[in-house]
C-alpha cells in the first residue's frame, strides 16, 4: 500500500494532525538496488535522506574487532569464531564491497551530525562475551568522542544495564518484547522498541509507556498502513527497510 491509496478524506486529514513518527533508515537505506546493509554506502545513502537516524548491528570477530553485521554466520563463518581478516576477505568476495569496522562506520557516521546512529549490540549467550563486546565499543565510543551522536537497543537486558551503568545520560531501549511498560520501568532504562505485533497485541502499552516516561518504538515497519497505524497509537519512533517510501508518505500529505 502507498500513500495515493489512503482515502484523502478524514483519515488523511488525522494524519496530517498527528505527531508523525520519526523515521529511522534499518541497516541503513540500502534497498535500492545497488547497496547492501550496514555498509558505509547505505549509511551515506541514508544520511541524505531527511529522517532521524540509521540503526546498525554490532558483532566481534574472535580477535577482538567491533564489527557492523547483523548475522551470527557470514558466508559461513561463524563472526565470533572468525578473525577479522578472514570474515574481511568473505565479504568482499562475496560480491558486498568491503565489511566496515565499528570504527569505520562511526567515522562515517559524524560526518553528518543531524543524523542520529542507533546501535544495536547483538546479544550473545556468553554473559563473559556479552562484557567483552560492550568493553570494546565503549572503548571507539570514547576515542571518538561520539557518546553524544548514539542511541542504543539490544535483545539483552544484560546489555542494555551495562550501557546504562556505563553512563546514566546513554539512550538505551530494549528490543526484547516480553515485558510490559511497567515491568520494564523497573529496569531504569529509556523505551521499549519492540515489532509490530507486540504493539498491535497491546494497544495500550503505547500510553502506558508516555505516562511512564518510556520512549516507544517499532521494526520492522514497510507498509505505509502500518506505519499510519503506529502513529495513530502515538508511537515515537519506527524503524524501517523502506525510509524513502515513509518519508514520501508523510511529505505527501503533510
Known amino acids: 500500500m502507498n500513500f495515493t491509496e489512503l482515502s484523502k478524506t478524514s483519515e488523511v486529514l488525522l494524519f496530517e494532525l498527528m505527531k508523525k513518527p520519526k523515521i529511522i533508515a534499518h541497516r541503513g537505506y540500502w534497498n535500492t538496488g545497488d547497496c547492501v ?4 554506502k547505505a549509511l551515506k545513502q541514508a544520511q541524505q535522506l531527511d529522517i532521524y537516524g540509521s540503526e546498525f548491528d554490532v558483532r566481534m570477530s574472535q580477535d577482538g574487532v567491533p564489527l557492523i553485521y547483523h548475522d551470527e554466520f557470514l558466508e559461513g563463518n561463524e563472526i565470533s569464531k572468525s578473525d577479522f581478516k578472514t ?3 568473505a565479504f568482499k568476495v562475496a560480491g558486498h564491497g568491503f565489511l566496515p569496522t565499528l570504527e569505520n562506520y562511526l567515522t562515517y557516521g559524524m560526518k553528518v ?3 542520529r546512529l542507533v546501535m544495536e549490540i547483538k546479544d550473545i549467550d556468553s554473559i563473559e562475551e556479552e562484557f567483552n563486546i560492550f568493553q570494546s565499543v565503549i572503548y571507539l565510543i570514547e576515542k571518538l568522542r561520539m557518546q553524544d551522536r548514539l542511541e542504543y537497543i539490544s535483545f539483552s537486558l544484560n546489555i542494555c544495564r551495562l ?3 556505563w553512563s546514566e545520560s ?3 531501549s530494549y528490543l526484547g ?4 511498560p511497567k515491568e520494564f520501568s523497573e529496569y531504569g532504562l529509556d523505551g521499549l522498541n519492540y515489532e509490530f505485533k507486540i504493539w498491535k497485541q497491546n494497544p495500550d502499552w ?3 509507556s508516555k505516562k511512564l516516561g518510556l520512549r516507544t518504538g517499532c521494526w520492522t515497519v514497510n507498509d505505509v498502513k502500518e506505519f499510519f497505524e503506529l502513529a495513530e497509537m502515538g508511537i515515537d519512533f519506527v524503524t524501517t527497510d523502506r525510509p524513502d517510501l515513509l518519508l514520501d508518505f508523510s511529505t505527501q500529505i503533510a
Open 37 to 40: 546493509e550496514n555498509t558505509i
Open 87 to 89: 570474515l574481511f576477505s
Open 113 to 115: 551530525p543531524g543524523h
Open 163 to 165: 550501557l546504562k551503568e
Open 170 to 172: 546513554a539512550t538505551v
Open 177 to 180: 518484547g516480553d515485558l510490559s
Open 206 to 208: 503505547i500510553s502506558e
